[in-house]
């Protein structure tokens, strides 16, 4: 997304990024969202994705970088169950279901700040022979998410117009913050992303999130961007 100048909350780096998607009914997630929100679709289809990456060199710009140094929650793995929606302006953006981060911090941080759904979570991430492992456990309910993918010999490309622009050119998130619908944008460079073969999935945190899928899901990979995060803005005050 090309940017205009404007304030800058943070900085980060996202990196070993897989989408993984599937189509659902529109009324299965109208069913989880909140007042003021409703699906975003593309040919009348509804998707959710479980959506893991790298957190890498997260900072706050100017004097006071070194909190998040002081933290150590500068770099960490992150799997998200997100999907798409449209605000009360017809303006669209990412709904996240739940976010699970390895990182005690940014988890409490998000929370606090930003009212985003962050849970405590087990990480881990491996890149051999062309494979990429993505690894998740929740504490508390101990909610599973893991992603096997298989890079192909395919070179990245920019994402194409269409399901690829739909899915990943996603530059707002919206969020409840203390019963107030807020909306967020970022900023970064168009994603250059290459097809993968999954390999194996497992969908726990879909499921918690209230979401039955199945079939063969959309799978991509992504190389990394450096990601500008700018201020939340009030959408919908007393919000059910």
């Given at each position: 997304?090309?940017?205009?100048?404007?304030?800058?909350?943070?900085?980060?780096?996202?990196?070993?990024?897989?989408?993984?998607?599937?189509?659902?009914?529109?009324?299965?997630?109208?069913?989880?969202?909140?007042?003021?929100?409703?699906?975003?679709?593309?040919?009348?289809?509804?998707?959710?994705?479980?959506?893991?990456?790298?957190?890498?060199?997260?900072?706050?710009?100017?004097?006071?970088?070194?909190?998040?140094?002081?933290?150590?929650?500068?770099?960490?793995?992150?799997?998200?169950?997100?999907?798409?929606?449209?605000?009360?302006?017809?303006?669209?953006?990412?709904?996240?279901?739940?976010?699970?981060?390895?990182?005690?911090?940014?988890?409490?941080?998000?929370?606090?700040?930003?009212?985003?759904?962050?849970?405590?979570?087990?990480?881990?991430?491996?890149?051999?022979?062309?494979?990429?492992?993505?690894?998740?456990?929740?504490?508390?309910?101990?909610?599973?998410?893991?992603?096997?993918?298989?890079?192909?010999?395919?070179?990245?490309?920019?994402?194409?117009?269409?399901?690829?622009?739909?899915?990943?050119?996603?530059?707002?998130?919206?969020?409840?913050?203390?019963?107030?619908?807020?909306?967020g944008e970022l900023s970064h460079v168009p994603w250059t992303v290459k097809p993968?073969?999954?390999?194996?999935?497992?969908?726990?945190?879909?499921?918690?999130?209230?979401?039955?899928?199945?079939?063969?899901?959309?799978?991509?990979?992504?190389?990394?961007?450096?990601?500008?995060?700018?201020?939340?803005?009030?959408?919908?005050r007393n919000h059910d």
């Open positions: 997304m090309p940017g205009h100048r404007r304030l800058v909350l943070m900085r980060q780096t996202w990196a070993n990024i897989v989408w993984c998607h599937w189509p659902v009914p529109v009324e299965e997630l109208q069913a989880i969202l909140p007042r003021g929100l409703e699906p975003d679709v593309f040919d009348g289809q509804a998707w959710v994705g479980l959506v893991p990456f790298s957190m890498q060199n997260l900072r706050i710009p100017g004097p006071f970088g070194f909190i998040t140094r002081l933290l150590r929650s500068a770099n960490f793995g992150e799997v998200n169950v997100r999907t798409y929606v449209k605000g009360p302006d017809g303006r669209t953006g990412v709904w996240f279901c739940t976010l699970d981060a390895d990182s005690m911090a940014a988890v409490a941080t998000a929370n606090a700040a930003f009212g985003l759904p962050y849970r405590v979570a087990k990480t881990s991430f491996t890149h051999e022979k062309g494979l990429l492992r993505w690894y998740s456990q929740r504490r508390g309910d101990r909610a599973i998410a893991s992603l096997e993918v298989k890079l192909g010999d395919a070179p990245s490309r920019p994402s194409a117009s269409g399901l690829e622009t739909f899915l990943f050119e996603r530059y707002s998130l919206y969020s409840i913050w203390h019963g107030i619908l807020i909306r993968v073969d999954l390999v194996s999935v497992e969908t726990h945190t879909l499921e918690a999130a209230g979401f039955n899928v199945s079939g063969k899901p959309h799978v991509f990979a992504g190389e990394a961007v450096e990601v500008s995060i700018h201020p939340m803005k009030i959408v919908r």
